[in-house]
């Protein structure tokens, strides 16, 4: 019904064009290329290598992440942002910017911004280790043991200091440097004659020795004490920091080359696809030979594409044969493509099956439409997915996506009105049917879709049938359901005898065609088993309750938060306030779980109830060689 | 009469609590699977969400039904309803459909939507499997609120 229709093509052209030829397949993007039988063809496998494409791509995304830095920022901005566009034909221009000199650039700023960092870094921690020790009015050159004496620098906590100054050492002479809350640092001056005591002591009493580092011996110049020390830090610090500042400005001015380089990765993302896909080509010293599948009518474009080399190239297409798996397309009317989308999480049908897009397009609007049941959330989600895409332009998934529900929201503005409400406030002239006044008669309605839905579904099923040229099964066995289900029905509403004798019909010809044994005992019992399918078909029915259920969860939630706002209101002075806030709330939490109740459940009487009666999934998706984007837009 | 409003009452409670703790255990459930993916790919917050929301359906069922109960016996406001012994039973049993099924499938569709949650963690693009496969649980518990809802409407007062 549905389903495009697919050619194989094989093509035979002279090696020199191979790199061209397959440059214009990926900017038409209409053929899907399949690997070459090499051995059958007597044809060599072309090697490919792209290690070096890998290496410049990813280059080139740690490139645009530092860059990223400088990118202008903000929600809404983001939202609505465009990705920079460029024309299919003249992608390889942009490859013209000496970008390998640019990211070594780039690799080079960022690689020194990261050393002087390191380096203040490094700085501030030999100033903290300094701080304590600024009263040491020596040089710092002279910290160091002389023939008789050790001198020591360090630091001990302050109950072992009032320890130590309270026992009278001959040999040691205490200097305190500063004083914290717990800890005191110490020079200290001893005999070396006495090392053995004194270290013994120390460590008793928890001292922690400190040494000036090399980097600090190695700047600190003949009579330098500490205080002349951290003075050249610090200027050490404001110099690293108009570095980094003037790398930060050279980064800035390299961000204007951003976009540049996006659209050099997205050029060289399809280079390597180019490369990659030429290993599915099969080779001799002069010609290649590819294989693939289009979508008939995209042969007159890629005749007109090919139409420059058409003296060294050969193009033939045929129809699929009977053991070959073309990729399957969906084909719709506009009406119908967004619920492709439907479909396809499902899985598509198999070659040469229906297609259930359309068949279901219009329950799944009805049923959507009545599980949410609310106009006013209708008429916002349509508006939000109408205005994000109008002005946002989404591509791809979430375009469809965002397609379908805002028909979705039309759907629920249509039924909302019918029988629910506006905000959980139901308009009565305009009401047809209200749930919760009378949910009989919305349960029969529900129950009546569905059998609709069912009934069409066993169609669907007997139409297939014919295609596939089944025809006794189709006749009795589908067209005994037909007839038995609904003549069963109506007889159980008015006992009219003629209904029941056509409930009968239908049952017989179940019975008598539904067995393929050829016994007939077999044939008659299997025929008479298979009429206990009529249970599957009564849950199936009993299924659709559902939508009343939702339905009604809907609107009783909307009562229960306007009930909330008339209480809020209650409340002196800020009542408004509260029941402003209550209702904008909870109408936006109900919205939420009533689109996603109503979207999946909607899904699931499709996939279980409806596909079950006839629908065959198992197709492959086609996938045309064509460009990808990650940052830029192809046009 | 009094134990009759007592009864009804004590109906609407059960559905809200029982309809809670299922939807609390099913939510609790698909959260920690969900932060454990997160903890490796904080980006599928989003998709996750959804997951982890799921279960939650079958509490604002019971929250639902409950709502209905004080509604029928005027509990908001205006005159209050005084159901005899029989009718507060009969409001207290209309109401345990939609709170056992509640708590047995919101269990239940937290599991699914766990293990969901590690499917997405693998099969990104593949978001809206698991969530059919967790509405086919909730099935029995949108079955029970129907129920329960036409029963409270067909209970006169």
């Known amino acids: 019904m549905a389903i495009a229709e697919i050619q194989k093509v094989q093509i035979l052209a002279y090696s020199g064009l191979k790199q061209d030829f397959l440059s214009s397949l990926q900017e038409e993007g209409i053929l899907q290329i399949e690997k070459a039988d090499y051995e059958n063809l007597g044809l060599n496998m072309p090697s490919t290598e792209v290690s070096h494409l890998d290496h410049l791509l990813h280059r080139l995304t740690n490139a645009l992440e530092y860059l990223s830095q400088w990118e202008e920022k903000g929600f809404a901005k983001k939202l609505v942002s ?15 910017l000496d970008y390998v000199k640019l ?24 100033e903290e280790f300094l701080s304590p020790l600024m009263c040491l009015d020596l040089p710092i050159r002279l910290v160091a043991a002389t023939e008789s004496t050790e001198v020591i620098l360090g630091s001990m906590p302050f109950s072992s200091f009032k320890e130590l100054s309270s026992k009278k050492e001959e040999a040691l002479w205490v200097h ?31 001292f922690y020795p400190l040494y000036f580092t090399e980097p600090m011996l190695e700047r600190a110049v003949s009579q330098d ?55 599915y080509l099969g080779e001799t010293e002069r010609v290649f030979f590819l294989e693939g599948w289009i979508k008939t009518q995209d042969i007159p474009r890629l005749e007109a594409k090919l139409q420059p080399y058409a003296e060294l190239i050969q193009c033939y297409f045929r129809p699929p044969l009977k053991d070959e798996d073309p990729p399957i397309v969906l084909q719709n009317p506009s009406v119908g493509k967004p619920f492709e989308l439907i479909t396809k999480l499902y899985g598509l049908p198999q070659q040469g099956t229906l297609d259930p897009t359309l068949p279901l397009a219009p329950f799944f609007f009805l049923f959507v439409g009545l599980t949410v049941s609310e106009a006013g959330y209708g008429l916002l989600v349509a508006l939000l997915s109408f205005l994000y895409l109008r002005f946002a332009k ?12 805002s028909v979705l929201g039309v759907a629920t503005v249509i039924l909302g009105t019918l029988v629910g409400g506006w905000f959980g406030f139901p308009i009565r002239q305009l009401m047809v049917l209200d749930p919760l006044k009378d949910p009989v008669s919305f349960l029969l309605l529900s129950l009546g879709l569905g059998f609709i839905q069912v009934w ?84 199936d029915v009993l299924s659709y309750s559902r939508l009343l259920a939702l339905g009604l969860a809907t609107s009783v939630i909307a009562m229960v938060v306007n009930t909330l706002c008339q209480t809020a209101l209650g409340i002196p002075w800020l009542g408004w306030l509260f029941a402003a806030l209550i209702f904008v709330g909870g109408h936006l939490f109900n919205l939420g779980i009533s689109f996603l109740g109503g979207f999946v459940h909607s899904m699931r009487l499709q996939f279980v109830e409806f596909f079950s009666k006839f629908f065959q999934s198992g197709g492959k998706p086609f996938k045309p060689f064509e460009l990808e984007s990650k940052y830029v837009e192809f046009m | 009469m009094a134990l009759g409003l ?15 703790i299922g ?21 599928k917050f989003g998709s996750l969400l959804l997951l982890v929301a799921l279960p939650g359906t079958q509490g604002i069922y019971g929250f639902l039904s409950s709502f209905l109960v004080i509604l029928k016996l005027g509990l908001t406001g205006g005159t209050l309803a005084a159901p005899n012994v029989f009718q507060g039973w009969q409001i207290m049993i209309a109401c345990l459909p939609v709170a056992f099924t509640g708590l047995v499938s919101g269990i239940h569709q937290g599991k699914v939507c766990a293990s969901g949650v590690y499917m997405v963690a693998k099969q990104p693009k593949d978001l809206m499997k698991p969530v059919i496969m967790a509405a086919l649980v909730e099935t029995y518990a949108v079955l029970g609120l129907l129920i329960t809802i036409l029963l409270l409407n067909g209970i006169s007062l």
Do not use: C
């Open chain 1, 456 to 539: 069409f579904g066993t169609l669907l099923n007997m139409i297939s049938g014919f295609k596939n040229k089944n025809y006794l099964r189709a006749i009795f066995v589908q067209g005994g359901w037909l007839v038995l289900l609904p003549s069963l029905v109506v007889y159980a509403l008015t006992k009219h005898s003629l209904w029941g004798i056509l409930a009968l019909v239908g049952a017989g010809g179940i019975v008598f065609f539904a067995s393929p044994s050829r016994n007939p005992f077999s044939r008659f019992f299997g025929g008479l088993y298979s009429l206990y399918d009529i249970s599957r078909y009564l849950a």
């Open chain 2, 6 to 20: 007592t009864l009804a009452i004590l109906g609407g409670a059960l559905a809200v609590i029982l309809g809670g």
């Open chain 1, 394 to 405: 989404p591509k791809g998934g979430l375009k469809q996506f965002l397609t379908l529900l």
């Open chain 1, 103 to 126: 990211l070594e650039k780039i690799e080079d700023i960022e690689k020194k911004k990261n050393d002087t960092l390191l380096h203040i870094r490094f700085l501030e921690k030999e």
């Open chain 1, 82 to 96: 465009q990705k920079p566009q460029i024309q299919r034909q003249e992608r390889e221009k942009v490859l013209k």
């Open chain 1, 176 to 206: 305190v440097l500063s004083q914290g809350k717990r800890t005191v640092h110490l020079l200290m001056v001893y005999l070396k004659a006495e090392r053995e005591s004194f270290e013994q002591l120390f460590k008793q009493l928890g």
């Open chain 1, 225 to 279: 004490t500490v205080n002349d020390l951290a003075e050249k830090l610090r200027k050490e610090k404001t110099i690293s920091g108009d570095k980094l500042q003037a790398l930060e400005n050279e980064g800035k001015d390299v961000a204007v080359y951003r976009e540049q380089l996006m659209r050099i990765y997205d050029v060289l993302l399809n280079e390597r696809g180019k490369f990659l896909s030429s290993k």
């Open chain 2, 23 to 43: 939807s609390a255990i099913g939510v609790g459930l698909a959260g920690q699977a969900s932060s454990g993916v997160m903890s490796e790919d904080p980006e």
